[in-house]
């Protein structure tokens, strides 16, 4: 079986041929046919050997964890799948640690050890690979009628977990739900795909980012109802006039300066969502004490999330269904290129694009 790997020992990046195919050693196993593998900054990573660990006793680790696949076969306890069903597999699993209480709770995406696994990342071999086999429960179903973009689920669940938590938070405000204005920053798939979760969830929506207003990500903004302001000539101040009192900013740059600058347009009793990883740069000159104090003073709150759980994909795929259904254009544009597995190094190499996938099977 082939799979597209790292060698970490060699510092490479290449087609593995003798990735071993994985049995079914449970009675609540499934067996996975992958359709389609997205590509991300994580991936480039990885492949660039900022980070990810093989599995024990391999010298090499499979890529991806935006998995969408086909089930092939199921074990005798499986119920609620079977042969032919699409699904979404989850990416993290739980530590094994029995103080950990988040993954006791079937929660590893707040995992408190740090020790859990992720396919594609840690100690888990991805998703760029012809099979996968897991336990079922791992596994998320995903209706047919979102066959093409499918592999968008998982890109849009960091937005999905991100909101889940946002609702919760708010709910502090004495008045009940707050107000819905937000800004989203960065035009990429997280960024866009969280425009539209906002969007179908009421929110007057802004799209903030470096491309100017020409860019396809502009017109994928304007399709789904929501404001373009391109930042070539325009300062987070400058964007943010005219919306009145911004109530949540939605980061998605992976950009420090950026991400802590917006807090300056945050509006009273708002929140900022963190959801990008800045990669290596230099230090960076804040003012934290007036930052602490302008926050203090609008009652503002800062949320950073990363992964996911099963509420978030679930909800991940509702809303791509109800995204396809208002905008499919859009949706479709956010794929912006195809690739097979011989060629997974072109997209690892070179972002270009909004989404780029591997195509694994028809």
Known sequence: MKGAAVFPGSRRLGLAGNVPEPQMEGPQDVKLRMLQVGV????????????GTPPEGFDYLVLGHEGFAEVVETGPEVRDLKPGDLVVPTVRRPCAD?????????????????????????????FMTEFVTGDARYMRPVPP????????????????KAFIQAERIQTRLPWGK??????????????????????????????????????????????????YVSAQGNTPEQMAAGIGNIDLIYEATGSAHL?????????????LILTGVPGAHGPESLDMGTLITKMTLKNQCLLATVNAGDDAFDQAIVH??????????AVRSLITGRFTLEQFEMPIRNAAGIKNIIEMAS
């Open 40 to 51: 991300c900054a994580t991936d480039r990573e990885i492949a660039s050997f900022v980070f």
């Open 98 to 126: 029995p103080a950990c209480v988040a993954c006791r709770h079937n929660r590893p995406d707040f995992c408190i050890t740090g020790l859990y696994r992720e396919h594609g990342i840690v100690s888990m071999h991805g």
């Open 145 to 160: 009628e979102v066959r093409e973009v499918g592999v968008l689920v998982e890109p849009l669940t960091i937005a999905e």
């Open 178 to 227: 707050a107000a819905a204005r937000a800004v989203v920053a960065g035009a990429g798939p997280v960024g866009l795909l969280g425009a539209m979760s906002l969007r179908v969830r009421g929110y007057d929506v802004t799209v903030y980012s470096r491309e100017p207003e020409t860019d396809v990500r502009a017109d994928i903004a304007r399709a789904i109802g929501a404001r």
């Open 259 to 271: 991400a802590f600058g917006m807090l300056n347009v945050l509006g009273s009793n708002g929140l």
């Open 320 to 329: 791509l269904t109800a995204f396809c259904k208002r905008w499919p254009d």
